[in-house]
């Protein structure tokens, strides 16, 4: 498989993703319209309030991810994919088909930790 199609399917299977986790917290959105009267005294406000916040912090991580798909795809039409931006070493092809959206080689991502 190469790059282009790696990072096309990549998008598609996030853009389920994205879809899915939307639906998802417009439904925790509605559920706690039903319980929010009683807030402080209700064990399912809490509940609820987790599991919104879980939902839109994988929505943002994925949202972050398309955008990073979008300039791995701006680098494979100027030619610059796969090269690690801070070494010039190549990425890896298993570390690519892993991270489509991966600028950094495997070396270089420890680094930054
Ligand atoms: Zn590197």
Redesign the pocket.
Known sequence: MDAIQRVAERRADLTDVVTSLSRRLAGIKEASEWTSNDDEHDPEGVTIAFERAQVAGLLEMARTELGELDLAEARIRAGAYGV?E??G?PVGDGRLEVLPAAR??V??ADRRR
């Open positions: 690690c801070r070494c070493r950094t080689c070396a270089c």
